[in-house]
């Protein structure tokens, strides 16, 4: 079950295409492949009727299952460490490395993390924005790698370090009007 759309967003870890879908790929395009039960979502950039490249794939990163309820037993192991980037791989309880993440830092606070399946195929990228560093809220946006918002959490901060504490709210709605309007404009693409 696939069809193609003009655009699309982020609803629950699931991608919904916006604008009437169609068997045939309009001249700029992404196509949304599912299978009946939703097991296996897949996310297609098509131009001119000619695939371009894979934007999702659930078969390496299903983003449903970073939800709260569906998380799993991973675990984090750092490889590389410098002042500017940290490297780590994320293993399964079979000690099976799943993702590596690189993270970027400024003035001593995480501002990237980009997200790539053990094949190196980006798969995600986190950006992570701070009221002590002019941003207009303290949080995270989760993106896909076409860099649509995914999810958004934001936090309460600590005074002295300026780190997260608190989760203060978590959104999976991506849809126009479900988010705090400072978010709207960064997590959606028109």
């Known amino acids: 079950m696939s069809n193609f759309y ?16 169609s068997e045939e790929a ?3 395009a992404y ?16 131009d001119l009727g000619k695939f371009v490249r894979v934007i999702y794939d659930s078969a390496l990163l299903d983003f449903r299952h970073l939800q709260p309820s569906e998380q799993t037993a991973w675990q984090k192991v750092i490889v590389q460490e410098d002042s500017e980037t940290v490297i ?7 000690d099976r490395t799943l993702l590596i993440e690189t ?3 400024e003035k001593g606070f995480c501002r990237h993390c980009h997200t790539h399946s ?17 941003d207009a809220f303290n949080g995270v946006i989760l993106f896909d790698s ?41 997590a959606n693409k028109d």
């Open 6 to 21: 003009h655009n699309y967003i982020w609803k629950n870890g699931i991608p919904y295409g916006l604008g009437a879908g």
């Open 103 to 105: 993270y970027s830092f």
């Open 146 to 186: 076409a860099g649509r918002g995914v999810m958004f959490k934001r936090y309460s901060c600590d005074d002295l370090s300026g780190e997260f504490t608190d989760l203060i709210d978590e959104h999976w709605d991506m849809q126009k009007n479900a988010l705090p309007g400072t978010i709207e404009g960064i």
């Open 26 to 28: 309009p001249a700029d």
């Open 118 to 134: 053990a094949h190196r195929v980006p798969v995600a990228e986190q950006k992570l924005y701070y009221k002590a560093l002019g």
């Open 88 to 94: 780590s791989e994320i293993r399964n309880q079979d």
């Open 31 to 46: 196509k949304i492949a599912m299978d009946p039960y939703r097991k296996r979502i897949a996310i297609e950039k098509w």
